[in-house]
C-alpha cells in the first residue's frame, strides 16, 4: 500500500465519537499533524447515549476534564451499576453493580466461598458482599477507595450525563487544543486518482477538505467505511433481536438514584438514566414482535415523569463492520458497529477505538501489518461484548412472552455456550485475557439470570465451616457500615 506520511487527519462527524475521537488524537498526536472536524448542524446528532462504565473516567482524566466542572457541565451524576428488572423472571431484579463481589484470594475468587457457603446452607445474597449495590440501593454515593478502614475493594463508578452537553464539553476542549471544526454537509467523497483511498470530502456548498487518513465518525450513515468504501456490515440480529429504539426525556426524578434501570418488557426493555434535571428514558424493542405504535404505548405509560419533548424513534442493526480500518479510513463509533445500549457500552467502544487508533497511529505510511492488527483487535473485543450482552437474553426464564421464550431457545456463539456451561458445571469463571466486562460482571448477570455455580474450587475448603461464616458475615457487616457513612448521592453534584 503506497501513502506519504500522515500530515493531515479529518474526521467526519461532531457526535459523541468524533469530539472523543478529536479531543483525544489531539491530546495525543505532535502538532504537526493538522486535525479537522467536519459535522453538519442540519443532520445533527443521534441524540442519545447517556449512560456509560467506569473507564471513562480515565478519558477524562486523560483530556484534563476535572471531574466537579465536568459534572455541572453536562448536569451529570454517578453510576455505580444498572438494576435489571424483570430480566430473569417478571416482579423480580438484580443489578450488574461495578466493581468486585467480596474480596478474591490469590488462587481463589470470592464467589467460590459464597458457592461453598450455600451448598452448607449458609444461603447469602451474592449482593451482600457488593459495596457498590448496597450504596446504590441506599441512594448513597462516595469514591472511597477500599470500604471504610478495610482493605477491602472500595467504590467503582461511571457517570450518566447529557449527551448533548458532554459533546460540546469535547468540543471547546477539542477547538482551544486547536482542532479545527468545519460546519457543512459532506455531499460527496471524492477518491485518489491511483487507489482507493479517500482524497477529499466535498461539501454541499463547495468547500472541499482534503486530508490524509479519514476518522468516519458519520453516525450510523457510515458515510466514508460503508457508502463510500463499501466495507459490508455483519448482523448479529439472530442474536440480538432488538432493532428499533424510542427515546424522550421526562422530568427529573428525587432522589436520584445513582444506577441505570433497564426494565424488561414483552418484545424488548425499557432505560432510565437519571440526571440531575431529567430523566433519559427510551424503549429498545425488536420490530418482528412489536409495531411502533406499541412500543411506544408501553414507553409512555411507564415514564418516571411527564414527558418534556416528543419522542424520537431510532432505527438500527446490531452488528459491525467486517472492518473497522480499510485505506485511509478509520470507522469509530456508530459508523463501525452498534451493540444495543443493555450495558451502555458504545462511548467506551469509541474510546478504546480510538486509543488503538492512537497505538496503531502510521509514522511514515500506512500499512497493511497495521491496519490488519488493527481489524483483529477491533474484532475481538466487539465479539467479547457482544457475548456478554446476549447472556442476558438467552439465559432467562421468562415464559409469558414469544420474545423471552424464543430468546431462550435461540442459538448462541459457542464461545458464550461454553461459558455458560463451564459456570453451570464447576462454578469456573476465568477473566478473558484483555476483556472489557470483569469475571464478577459475568458472576453477577450469570447468577442474576438463573444460572447458578454447580460447583466451587477446592482451595475454597482451607477454612472451617465457622471461619467461613464469620468471614462473610464480617464482610457484610463492614459493607453496611461503610454504606452507612456515606453521604446521599445528590452531595456529590450538588
Ligand atoms: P452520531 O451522534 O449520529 O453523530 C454523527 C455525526 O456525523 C453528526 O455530527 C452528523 O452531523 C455527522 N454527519 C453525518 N453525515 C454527515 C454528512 N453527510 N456531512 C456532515 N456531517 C455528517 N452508548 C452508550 O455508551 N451508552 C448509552 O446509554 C447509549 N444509549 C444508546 C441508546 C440508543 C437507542 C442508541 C441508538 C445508541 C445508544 N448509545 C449508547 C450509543 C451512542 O449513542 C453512540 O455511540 C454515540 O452517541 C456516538 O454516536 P456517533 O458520534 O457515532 O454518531
Keep these: 500500500m503506497e501513502t506519504g506520511s500522515i500530515n493531515k487527519v479529518v474526521i467526519l462527524g461532531g457526535g459523541t465519537a468524533g469530539w472523543m475521537a478529536a479531543a483525544l488524537l489531539r491530546r495525543a498526536l505532535p ?95 451474592y449482593w451482600d458482599y457488593s459495596l457498590n449495590y448496597q450504596a446504590a440501593i441506599a441512594g448513597k454515593f462516595l469514591p472511597l477507595n477500599s470500604v471504610t478502614k478495610t482493605n477491602l475493594p472500595g467504590v467503582s463508578y461511571a457517570y450518566h450525563f447529557d449527551a448533548g452537553l458532554y459533546a460540546n464539553l469535547l468540543r471547546r476542549h477539542a477547538e482551544t487544543k486547536g482542532v479545527l471544526r468545519v460546519e457543512g454537509k459532506v455531499g460527496d467523497v471524492r477518491k485518489a486518482a491511483h487507489n482507493d483511498f479517500v482524497a477529499s470530502l466535498k461539501l454541499e ?32 440480529n439472530k442474536w440480538l433481536p432488538c432493532d428499533r429504539a424510542i427515546a424522550v426525556p421526562s422530568g427529573g426524578v428525587a432522589p436520584v438514584p445513582p444506577y441505570t434501570r433497564s426494565i424488561a418488557h414483552d418484545a424488548g426493555w425499557q432505560w432510565q438514566i437519571p440526571l440531575q ?13 412489536w409495531d411502533a405504535d406499541q412500543a411506544l404505548s408501553v414507553l409512555m405509560k411507564n415514564l418516571p415523569g411527564e ?95 414469544k420474545f423471552w421464550r424464543d430468546c431462550a431457545n435461540m442459538d448462541i456463539p459457542e464461545s458464550l455456550r461454553n461459558k ?33 455455580p454447580g460447583d466451587y474450587h477446592p482451595s475454597a475448603d482451607n477454612m472451617t465451616s465457622k471461619q467461613l461464616r464469620a468471614f462473610l458475615q464480617g464482610m457484610k457487616s463492614l459493607i453496611c457500615s461503610s454504606v452507612e457513612s456515606m453521604p446521599s448521592h445528590e452531595r456529590f453534584f450538588s
Design 31 to 125: 502538532e504537526n499533524i493538522a486535525i479537522t472536524l467536519v459535522e453538519s448542524d442540519q443532520i445533527g446528532t443521534v441524540g442519545v447515549g447517556e449512560a456509560t462504565i467506569p473507564p471513562i473516567r480515565q478519558l477524562n482524566q486523560v483530556l484534563g476534564i476535572d471531574e466537579a466542572e465536568f459534572l455541572r457541565e453536562t448536569k451529570g451524576t454517578a453510576k455505580l451499576g444498572i438494576m435489571f428488572d424483570g430480566w430473569r423472571v417478571q416482579g423480580e431484579s438484580y443489578m450488574h453493580a461495578f466493581g468486585p463481589v467480596g474480596k478474591n484470594f490469590p488462587f481463589c475468587e470470592f464467589h467460590h466461598y459464597w458457592a461453598r457457603a450455600q451448598a452448607e446452607g449458609y444461603v447469602s445474597d
Design 205 to 236: 456548498d463547495g468547500r472541499e477538505i482534503f486530508g490524509d487518513l479519514f476518522v468516519d465518525c458519520s453516525g450510523f450513515s457510515g458515510l466514508l467505511i460503508g457508502k463510500s468504501l463499501g466495507v459490508k456490515y455483519s448482523s448479529w
Design 277 to 289: 434535571h431529567r430523566t433519559g428514558n427510551g424503549l429498545v424493542y425488536s420490530s418482528a414482535y
Design 307 to 401: 414527558p418534556l419533548s416528543e419522542p424520537k424513534n431510532i432505527s438500527f442493526q446490531t452488528g459491525c463492520r467486517e472492518k473497522q480500518w480499510q485505506g485511509n479510513v478509520v470507522s469509530i463509533g456508530l459508523s463501525s458497529g452498534f451493540l444495543e445500549p443493555l450495558e451502555s457500552t458504545s462511548i467506551h467502544l469509541i474510546q478504546t477505538g480510538v486509543t488503538r487508533l492512537i497505538n496503531f497511529f502510521p509514522h511514515h505510511k500506512i500499512c497493511d501489518q497495521e491496519i490488519a492488527e488493527f481489524n483483529r483487535l477491533s474484532r475481538l473485543e466487539l465479539e467479547a461484548v457482544r457475548d456478554f450482552i446476549i447472556l442476558h437474553y438467552k439465559v432467562n426464564e421468562r415464559t409469558d412472552s
Design 420 to 452: 455458560i456451561e463451564l459456570f453451570r458445571v464447576s462454578g469456573k469463571m476465568p477473566n478473558e485475557p484483555g476483556s472489557l466486562f470483569s469475571e464478577s460482571a459475568w458472576l453477577q448477570v450469570m447468577i442474576g439470570q438463573g444460572v447458578h
